[in-house]
């Protein structure tokens, strides 16, 4: 029996709103469970991977600790678009942890190649 693969999407920003932190709670759950997980940050989201982030001031958890969680689950593909990169002038090399970076028609074909897409 081939493992299922599943890919979480998220689209919103770190902090503010609980989307990130669930996002990341399924992409860590759905690996615990023997899913193939890949997670892909679009838009706002992508700033989750900015290493250095000091969350004291606003009173929230640093997301930075679950992200260095992702390996120890084997979730090893973290992926944006080049899009967003763009939208904040980010440099994937840059980013904690690196993620790799698709272009529109690179997602396409990552979502399509998965057999699960949750949008968190």
Do not use: W
């Amino acid at each position: 029996m081939s493992q299922k693969s599943v890919l979480v999407i998220c689209r919103k920003a770190p902090y503010g709103s609980s989307a990130a932190r669930e996002a990341l709670d399924i992409a860590l759950s759905g690996a615990v469970f023997d899913l193939q997980v890949s997670l892909l940050l679009l838009d706002d989201a992508v700033l989750q991977l900015l290493p250095g982030q000091n969350t004291g001031l606003i009173g929230e958890k640093n997301l930075n600790a679950m992200l260095g969680a992702l390996p120890l689950y084997d979730i090893d593909q973290v992926y944006t678009s080049l899009q967003s990169l763009a939208l904040h002038g980010l440099e994937a090399q840059r980013l904690e942890p690196s993620p790799i970076a698709l272009d529109s028609i690179e997602l396409q074909a990552l979502i399509k190649r998965h057999d699960m897409v949750l949008t968190v």
